[in-house]
């Protein structure tokens, strides 16, 4: 099964999921509704949400839950995409204008305040305390991961655990919730959710580290943002904290600056160091090992075209190229 096939699977699913968000996505503030309808429709995977549907069909769900959380989970993304584009003055995300860049970071600010709370404004309609609890302890999760890549901004002795610690709490914990919540309004056990959990975590994991080499390795267009983002945010994502461990004395330190400092001036230095380190292929490698457990832990659940389907985005996760 490839990843077409997957939404296709869901197609039933992802339609009232969407017109779902755009129900409630309604709002008397005109901005609220201009600026939710244009990062909603940017072109997004949608992959939080669909990994909702996958899990609850996977455990035979039949009611309605899974398309009223599978909203929540697109909300929560969002709202996190917007604050995190303001924290990173991001001009462009999907090959798009972000939305700070368009209409200002104190309005990106508010709306994905405004997104949070219609969130848990759905949530409190399902009814499921298990499912709010889940939803809170995520949400608090990702807000400490946003805090510690704050932290490791510009600073170039960030370890691989540090980092680690930062994209599993601020990327993967959302990807680990969505999984558990199928799992959970379709009433499994523990062992069965535990199974979720970590699925939902290590494919998260993987998505992001594959995020970090495209940052070096895709163009602009592939990616839809522009290259070496992160280093001219500061940020040391594992291909830089590689080269810098095992490149020269003198990649080493130019790296170290360009962390420090930001910018793009060394870009092309700093891509032909991660290149001759072997970065790109150490940071691939540890996405693929994070997938293998991925898969590993869907052992434990049911077969299913649903379970068939959650292998595929695992595969994907790692073999994209955007």
Not at 5 to 27: H, K, P, Q
Not at 70 to 97: K, M, N, Y
């Amino acid at each position: 099964m490839d990843i077409q096939a997957v939404y296709t699977l869901v197609s039933d699913d992802m339609r009232s999921v969407n017109e779902l968000i755009g129900a409630r996505l309604r709002s008397e503030v005109v901005l609220i509704n201009q600026m939710g309808q244009y990062i909603i429709n940017s072109g997004g995977k949608r992959l939080r949400p669909i990994l909702v549907l996958l899990s609850a069909r996977a455990f035979g769900h039949s009611g309605r839950h899974h398309i009223s959380l599978s909203a929540i989970v697109e909300f929560i993304h969002t709202a996190t995409l917007l604050h995190d584009d303001v924290v990173d003055a991001s001009q462009l995300r999907r090959g798009q204008e972000t939305a700070n860049s368009i209409w200002g970071n104190e309005a990106s600010v508010l709306v994905g305040d405004f997104l949070y709370s219609r969130a848990f404004e759905m949530m409190v309609e399902v009814g499921n305390m298990e499912v709010m609890e889940i939803m809170a302890h995520a949400t608090n999760t990702i807000a400490e991961g946003e805090v510690l890549q704050l932290l490791n901004c510009r600073d170039a002795d960030t370890t691989e655990e540090r980092y680690l610690e930062v994209i599993r709490s601020k990327t993967a914990k959302l990807f680990e919730a969505a999984a558990e919540l199928g799992a959970v309004i379709s009433n499994r056990g523990a062992a069965e959710r535990d199974a979720m959990r970590r699925y939902g975590i290590h494919l998260g994991t993987a998505f992001q580290l594959i995020d970090d080499v495209l940052d070096y390795s895709a163009s602009p267009e592939q990616i839809g943002k522009n290259i070496g983002d992160d280093l001219a945010e500061g940020k040391p994502t594992l291909p830089l904290i590689y080269a810098m461990r095992n490149g020269s004395a003198e990649q080493a330190a130019f790296i170290r600056r360009a962390i420090e400092n930001g910018g793009r001036d060394t870009i092309a230095q700093v891509i032909q160091a991660i290149e001759s380190t072997g970065a790109i292929a150490y940071t691939a490698r540890a996405a693929q090992r994070e997938t293998e457990q991925a898969m590993a832990a869907l052992e434990a659940i049911p077969s299913s075209p649903y379970k068939d389907a959650m292998h595929a985005l695992a595969a994907f996760a790692v073999q994209r190229n955007h």
